[in-house]
Each structure stands twice: as structure tokens, then as C-alpha cells.
């Protein structure tokens, strides 16, 4: 297990300072951390998946939602947030790190499945969450073979210190 490059209790101040979607009861702060156990627990099973970047990912992709309702815009929102968290040092990130995360933020949910590790873990950890709001996630839409198969994934979403702990 890798040390994280970044601290957390910096960085979650100011996604829930700026966030402006963080009172959602939808695509908040819970739903945040059930992507992150989703994420972790996806690349569990999968070579060459940034566990850094996933839990970046599960942070920032909904923390620039507007609503809860139609927001085409907020993935890349997310993305420029965390560019801006980068520039400010609080991501830690190399450029091509950076890159990954902000194509995953930016393009999560055009419907689209990967072939990187990363980026597939991340998109079906927020598929995976599909439940909490009446839907069914598409097979076809997931990237790896972990979501495909319909195993257990957590159940609970452990608080942020607990996520970071895993990476």
C-alpha cells in the first residue's frame, strides 16, 4: 500500500468549501464516498488502476453539480476543479495523473466505457450507485469484469478518513 502524495484534511476542506453540490442528498458528500468504496473495491481486481486517482475521482466528479436534475456540465466542471485543486497543490498529481483524472470527471457520464483501468474503475463505481436513485445500471456500459459479473461491492459508504486509509 502506497503512502497517498496528498493530505487529506486540506484537500476535503476545500472540495466541501467550494463545492456546490456537497448538500445534495442525491450526488453529495454520501454518494461521493459509496463511489470511492465502489472505486477501491473495483481495483481490488485490476492491474495497473491508480487507487489515488480513484479516490480523486469519487471526490470531485459531483462536487460541481448545480442540481440534482439535468447538469450536462458538471463533469467538466469537476474537471476544471480539479485543475484548480492541482494548482493550488492539493492534489499532488503528476500532469499525465491530472490528465486521467480530469478526462474521467470531465466525461463520466456520456455513456462511454474504457479500456483504462482507472478510468473504467471510476465510471462503474458511479454506475454502481445507480440504485440509490431508481435505476439499473447497463452491463453494457460497464468497462471492466468485476461490475460485469454482479459480485458483492460494499454495501456502506465509509467515511473519507476510512477510504484514504485503503489507498
Known sequence: MAVAPFALEPLLTAVRARSTGIGSHIHGEVH????????????????GADR??????ALLHDSMRENDGTDPEHGPRAAAFAGELHE????????AQLDILRFACAEHTNGLVSGDPTVGACWDADRLDLPRVGKTPNPKLFSTDVARSGRHRPAAAPDCAELFGRL
Request: charged share 15%; hydrophobic share 55%; proline share 0%.
Open 32 to 47: 461521493w464516498r459509496t463511489v470511492g468504496a465502489n472505486g477501491l473495491w473495483i481495483a481490488e481486481s485490476l492491474d
Open 52 to 57: 489515488h486517482l480513484i479516490f480523486l475521482f
Open 88 to 95: 493550488e497543490g492539493l492534489l499532488r498529481t503528476t500532469a
